[in-house]
């Protein structure tokens, strides 16, 4: 019986997820000088962290969910933005034809600046299929989940 537990108490550690950095509410500064606000993940190693990036009109949460934080635990980095004019960020909501310079200002931000590896992006939201008109190399796949378009730029 002794074994039965050790194994249980293992097993409970194992599956626990693993520390994490969190930087909550950090603002990214647009070219026009408004403040998005996003939430960053990192792996608790030092380094370089490949990059996921969501921005949402949905508003971006008060902490790491479990489907992100499945991709933490395996050295990525998450980013979660409320974009502009939702939620902590500011500006007015304009859907649609903010999204290019927006997009691309939190590329910048994110992925050339250190936030993530300095040169690839992973993007989530139907807003960045409108972004990636703009995308340099930094910009390596988009997945909308919210229409049925895949977009990989290499």
Same mark, same amino acid.
């Given at each position: 019986m002794p074994k039965l537990y050790l194994f249980v108490a293992c097993a409970a550690f194992a599956a626990s997820p693993k520390p994490i950095v969190k930087q909550m509410n950090v603002p990214v500064a647009m070219r026009d000088g408004v403040r998005l606000f996003a939430n960053v993940f990192l792996p608790s190693d030092h380094g370089t962290f490949p990059t996921i990036l969501v921005r949402t009109p949905y508003g971006k949460g008060f902490d790491i969910v479990p489907n992100y934080q499945a991709f933490v635990d395996r050295g990525y980095a998450v980013v979660t933005e409320d974009v502009r004019g939702r939620y902590e960020s500011?500006?007015?909501?304009?859907? &649609? =034809?903010?999204?290019? @310079?927006?997009?691309? $200002? =939190?590329? $910048?931000?994110? /992925? @050339? *600046?250190?936030?993530?590896?300095?040169?690839? /992006?992973? *993007? %989530? @939201? &139907? *807003?960045?299929? &409108? @972004? *990636? &008109?703009?995308?340099?190399?930094?910009?390596?796949?988009?997945? $909308? $989940?919210?229409? =049925?378009?895949?977009?990989? %730029?290499?």
């Open positions: 500011e500006g007015a909501f304009q859907p &649609l =034809t903010q999204e290019p @310079r927006d997009g691309d $200002d =939190t590329i $910048d931000w994110g /992925c @050339r *600046s250190g936030e993530g590896d300095r040169g690839k /992006c992973h *993007s %989530v @939201r &139907l *807003s960045e299929v &409108l @972004r *990636s &008109l703009e995308a340099g190399q930094e910009l390596v796949e988009i997945e $909308d $989940d919210e229409a =049925t378009v895949k977009v990989w %730029v290499e």
